[in-house]
């Protein structure tokens, strides 16, 4: 597109003139007509030829990112919807696999909680606390009625 607005300012391709870079096997044409493209940092055409799918993603990673960004955010509840009833659909095999993840990984979930509970120290401690509070107030409650 952005090739065409420029041919379209300078009103036309005959106003251009195209010369033969070098003669290439058919076979490795696209390849090479890429290589060309990056070598000399060709700025209209926004394809570089023969370029996969994998290099376009490497070459594009942060546009890609921000794009997946923005659909998420333009599209939550649809996301949160799928999602519900995909867990729906298929609870018991999602109910399978996190056993299967907790059976193959305990040594590493329970090295997950101990670091959690060294790290969170004081914070468990209030919540204890306030829990205890609050337990204590429910059952003087229940014995004044």
Known sequence: MQLYKHVD?????????????EDCPCEHKLR???????ELKASLNK??????RAEYRAD????IKEKKK?????????????????????????KEYDRKYRDSN????????????EANKERIKEQRKQYR???????EMNDNF
């Open 9 to 21: 300012e300078l009103e036309g391709w005959d106003n251009f003139y195209i010369e033969l870079y």
């Open 32 to 38: 090479r007509e890429g290589q060309v493209q990056r």
């Open 47 to 52: 394809v570089i030829a023969g370029r996969t």
């Open 60 to 63: 594009n990673k942060d546009v």
């Open 70 to 94: 923005y659909y998420r955010e333009a599209n939550k509840d649809t996301i949160k919807e799928k999602k519900k009833k995909y867990r729906e659909a298929n609870k018991d095999k999602i």
């Open 106 to 117: 305990k040594e590493r979930i329970k090295e997950q909680k101990k670091r959690y509970r």
């Open 133 to 139: 509070k609050a337990q204590k107030l429910q059952h």
